[in-house]
């Protein structure tokens, strides 16, 4: 199927720092949902966007359908932010994911 | 609160076995997922059905069976087991539209 990058990789940020997750894919999509994965594995929902930009707290993405990306911003990093940060894109039928991003946040 | 209930929660299975997978929704959506999670490769998609009775295969479906009898049940099925089967599996629900997605807590399965 068609890939989903997730940019960068890994991420190692310090408490209080901030920075940006991208997911790039390929084709036009018709939403795209964020989610962390914490320690235990859980799979968290942090939010789903069928356009626009949404905000919660010290998270805000963005979704650009016609460039085809996505963006995640965390500020002001907290330790329990440290996850693997997964992007899922719609295509109508179903969702594909991204290879994720793995972020620890140090003290 | 949205509720997703996979079992078993873990699962040692012996090669050539049959395994079956369960999933429970409370959500009442019609869309119902099974992923697997390996090293490198995020989530990819097995099956997935639109509703009671529906099956269709996903991203990567060889080896494995899907059986959804009511709303709020959905079965993955591996009929021989394979090491390469080795991973851990997430089910989600979604309803139509904006598709959120709602996952179970994962079912790691070993197969020896």
């Known amino acids: 199927g068609m890939p989903v990058e997730q940019n960068p990789p890994a991420l190692s940020l310090y408490e209080g720092a901030e920075s940006g997750l991208r997911c790039n894919f390929s084709t036009t999509m018709k939403g795209v949902q964020w989610f962390q994965q914490n320690h235990r594995g859980r799979l968290i929902t942090l939010f789903y966007l069928a356009q626009g930009t949404k905000e919660n707290g010290r998270l805000k993405s963005t979704f650009n359908s016609k460039e085809r990306y996505s963006t995640l911003h965390i500020k002001d990093a907290q330790l329990e932010d440290s996850g693997t940060y997964f992007c899922?894109?719609?295509?109508?039928?179903?969702?594909?994911f991204g290879t994720g991003t793995k972020l620890q946040v140090v003290p | 609160e949205a509720a997703v209930t996979q079992s078993p929660r873990n699962k040692v299975a012996v090669t050539g076995g049959k395994v079956t997978l369960s999933c429970n929704q409370t959500?009442?959506?019609?869309?119902m997922y099974w992923y697997r999670q390996d090293t490198g490769h995020g989530l990819r998609l097995i099956h997935y059905s639109y509703g009671a009775g529906s099956t269709e295969k996903g991203d990567i479906p060889d080896g494995y069976k899907a059986s959804r009898p009511s709303q709020e049940n959905f079965s993955l099925i591996l009929e021989l087991a394979t090491p390469s089967q080795t991973s851990v599996y997430f089910c989600?629900?979604?309803?139509?539209?904006?598709?959120?997605?709602?996952f179970g807590a994962g079912t790691r399965l070993s197969v020896l």
């Open positions: 899922a894109v719609n295509s109508g039928t179903y969702q594909r």
């Open positions: 959500n009442n959506h019609n869309n």
């Open positions: 989600a629900s979604g309803g139509t539209g904006e598709n959120t997605l709602y």
